[in-house]
């Protein structure tokens, strides 16, 4: 909840979760519960907090921890925790604590998700990268208009097509060509903030002001979850 802290769902119904003060009034951008039953939580303003058997601990300078606004976590098929933040880039969490990757120092970084291959796709305001496990990194510039930088989540689909959506359009990355979606195709709502791919392979997009589409099978058609 904006500015409000961590609730949970028990026994049919919402009560608030504060394991730390400062948790109470913050900014939450991504909860990710590992592999060894850790809770971790990021936060806009606060950094990192990691909540395991009872204790919470925020993440300092001691830690090699250094971000405040911290957007997007993942944990890999090798239980690494991966964390994106405004302007540091992407960190990795091993044994040994925080990883910077070099490769993406000073982006700021929209979306962090896991490809069929295990490989991390992450997303800045201007390109999408593939961090291979064992491989150079891979990066696609995103097209964007005067409008300024815009990506905001990225989606890669069970036929292997790169979803990302951006405050101007939709993009789906298949191969080497990439198609918009936008208002002047018929899509009701330009500015798009999330994607979600259900069991069935229709993609769901979450978008600023026209509630929650579907796009149907084929590319150029979506309409509302409500029709």
């Known amino acids: 909840v904006e500015g409000r802290g961590v609730s949970r ?51 300092t300078e001691t830690d090699g921890w250094e971000h405040a606004d911290v957007t997007r976590l993942i944990e890999d098929r090798r239980t690494h925790v991966w964390a994106g933040t405004l302007g540091g880039g992407v960190c990795r969490f091993s044994g040994q604590g925080p990883v910077k ?33 064992d491989r150079k990194i891979e990066q696609w510039p995103i097209d964007i208009d005067d409008e300024g930088p815009s990506a905001t989540a990225v989606l890669e689909d069970r036929d292997g097509c790169r979803w990302v959506a951006t405050r101007t359009g939709l993009d789906r990355i298949h191969g080497e ?43 150029a058609s979506s309409r509302s979850a409500e029709e």
């Open 101 to 133: 990757c070099a490769e993406f120092a000073g982006l700021n970084i929209t979306d962090l998700e896991i490809d069929r291959a295990g490989n991390i796709l992450a997303l800045s305001e201007t390109s999408l990268s593939r961090v291979p496990l």
């Open 9 to 59: 769902w028990i026994d049919g119904k919402i009560e608030p979760w504060s394991p730390s003060p400062k948790l109470d009034h913050a900014l939450v951008t991504s909860i990710l519960e590992d592999t060894n039953e850790s809770v971790w939580i990021a936060t806009r303003g606060h950094g990192l907090m990691v909540f395991h058997e009872g204790r919470a601990r925020w993440l």
């Open 177 to 219: 060509e990439t198609d918009r979606l936008t208002h002047s195709d018929g899509f009701p709502e330009n500015a798009v903030l999330e994607l979600l791919e259900d069991r069935e392979g229709r993609i769901w997009i979450g978008t600023d002001g026209a509630g929650l589409l579907r796009l149907s099978a084929d590319p």
